[in-house]
């Protein structure tokens, strides 16, 4: 009896979880759908909103771990862990965003290959240089 309970309760919530994950994947199937059919503006307005929503709470730990107050202009080092914690997102919302309009990296003109990462290692390589020299 009492295994039985069981049995029906984990079955409850297994099809519950199976509903939710058909359910979410049908939300962010129609999300995809309209955000195809949104003008470049509003997309653009969208990942900005988006970016500083989702930046806003890792600002706040941040200016809190630097030691920062307000009012105060920000030091050179606390500008750089403010302002890299902001950058570090925008590849992830990037990469979103091509997911939703059903794009690659291609159709911007981004194409990985040799010469690219040649490039991109040595800009790279030079900026943590430049990073180290300027600490």
Do not use: C, H
């Amino acid at each position: 009896m009492l295994l039985r309970a069981v049995q029906d309760s984990l079955g409850f919530i297994l099809n519950r979880i199976k509903w939710e994950v058909v359910s979410s994947s049908l939300f962010i199937e129609q999300l995809s759908i309209s955000f195809k059919t949104f003008p470049s503006e509003i997309k653009i307005t969208l990942l900005i909103l988006t970016w500083f929503i989702i930046w806003l709470p890792i600002a706040i730990f941040v200016s809190k771990k630097i030691v920062w107050k307000p009012l105060e202009p920000l030091k050179p080092n606390q500008k750089i862990l403010l302002l890299s914690s902001l950058y570090l997102l925008v590849p992830v919302l990037i990469f979103l965003i091509l997911i939703l309009d059903d794009k690659s990296l291609a159709n911007y003109g981004l194409v990985l290959n040799y010469k690219f990462l040649i490039d991109f290692f040595l800009g790279l390589f030079i900026s943590f240089i430049e990073f180290n020299n300027f600490i």
